[in-house]
């Protein structure tokens, strides 16, 4: 799916510049040329399996995108997307201290925009890559004597549904729904510090692949 995606993504981007090269500085029918970029910020809760393990998680999103006109309703979207998921730390009935995802990636949308009484909404379908680390850590009772961390890092492919509301003062709301595909690395890190040792080692895991559904409520403005 990787050796797909991606070079879809870098065509998809090729065809946009292309376009962009004939489109007009005015507005186009509903598509706005000159409010073409934004900057977006979203709160999503997910869910995911690993290794049998069921693992809920509440995440914040920025991203900044840049549109480019295709017709007067059609429009496509790059952006650079900033991801901290904060995941459920009871797993297996261990109390971590900290486990959390964080991730940069890209993502394009291919967006309809159409008018419903009076007001700009804009139905979108894309796709995504990131890259990203899993980190654990994990401190003994006293919170002092011990620390141990484990970090992870991992890919990411996502499809993405939703829709946009753009208002006229460029505020926009924004629904979104992902399915992604997770793949981490076959090699760990671990860091342990204490008062009588430190060290870090890496090491094989055995983590398998998961699948990870998203959906996501965020406001953004369009300029």
Do not use: C, H
């Not at 090729?14 to 970029?37: D, I, R, Y």
């Not at 007067?72 to 201290?97: F, H, P, W, Y």
């Not at 760990?188 to 895991?205: M, P, Q």
């Amino acid at each position: 799916m990787k050796k797909v995606l991606i070079p879809a993504l870098v065509l998809l981007n090729l065809a946009t510049f292309a376009q962009t090269n004939t489109t007009e500085t005015n507005t186009v029918g509903l598509a706005n040329s000159e409010k073409t970029l934004d900057l977006n910020i979203s709160l999503n809760t997910n869910s995911m399996k690993i290794d049998g393990e069921n693992i809920d998680g509440n995440a914040i999103e920025a991203s900044f995108g840049k549109e480019f006109i295709l017709s007067d309703t059609l429009v496509t979207k790059t952006s650079l997307n900033l991801g901290l998921n904060s995941l459920d730390k009871n797993i297996d009935g261990s109390k971590l201290d900290v486990n959390r995802m964080t991730e940069t990636g890209l993502s394009q949308n291919l967006i309809y925009v159409t008018e419903i009484n009076g007001t700009i909404v804009k139905p979108f379908l894309g796709a995504g890559v990131a890259i990203g680390q899993w980190n654990i850590e994990v401190k003994d009772q006293d919170e002092e004597i011990l620390t141990a961390e484990l970090e992870t890092d991992y890919t990411k492919l996502s499809l993405n549904a939703g829709v946009e509301i753009l208002l006229d003062s460029g505020i926009k709301g924004i629904v979104k729904v992902s399915q992604s595909k997770i793949k981490f690395d076959n090699t760990s890190d671990v860091s342990i510090s204490g008062t009588e040792f430190n060290g870090t080692a890496s090491f094989d895991n055995e983590l398998s692949d998961t699948n990870s559904t998203s959906i996501s409520l965020g406001v953004g403005y369009q300029f």
